[in-house]
């Protein structure tokens, strides 16, 4: 019991160092994790050559989506008018034939246009 009490008595100076050690620790880990966050920061503000950013895949996702969209709309537009004039006409399969190639041209032309790979037709 006498060692209790004098470990009572050193515990006061023993818990005011362990605290300080901690304390320490707890800033050196404050000071490193500040230190991978500012690096992280960096890092995702140049663009990666190898996954590329988060932003830019789901940009082109969207762009990829815009784009079949408009070819199968072409088409199926296209589709949709030769099936009704088949109906009104007596033109039974061929109306539907031409309109579905009409409808796929038109839907290649306005991928083309919309990528912005047409060239450039001023002349000069």
């Known amino acids: 019991m006498a060692e209790g009490a004098n470990d009572g008595g050193n515990g006061n100076h023993d818990t005011s160092s362990d605290e300080a050690a901690l304390s320490a620790r707890l ?21 990666e050559s190898g996954g590329g950013d988060g932003a830019a895949r789901a940009s082109a996702m969207g762009r990829g989506f815009q784009l079949s ?28 034939i031409v309109f579905v190639l009409l409808g796929f041209t038109a839907g290649v032309v306005n991928v083309i246009r919309s990528a912005g790979v047409t060239p450039d037709r001023t002349g000069r």
Not at 27 to 47: A, M, N, W
Not at 91 to 96: M, N, V
């Open 69 to 96: 969209s408009e070819l199968i709309a072409g088409v199926v537009v296209g589709a949709l008018i030769g099936w009704g004039l088949d109906h009104v006409l007596p033109t039974k399969p061929w109306g539907l």
């Open 27 to 47: 800033g050196s880990l404050d000071q490193r994790l500040s230190e991978i966050r500012d690096g992280r920061k960096v890092r995702t503000d140049q663009p």
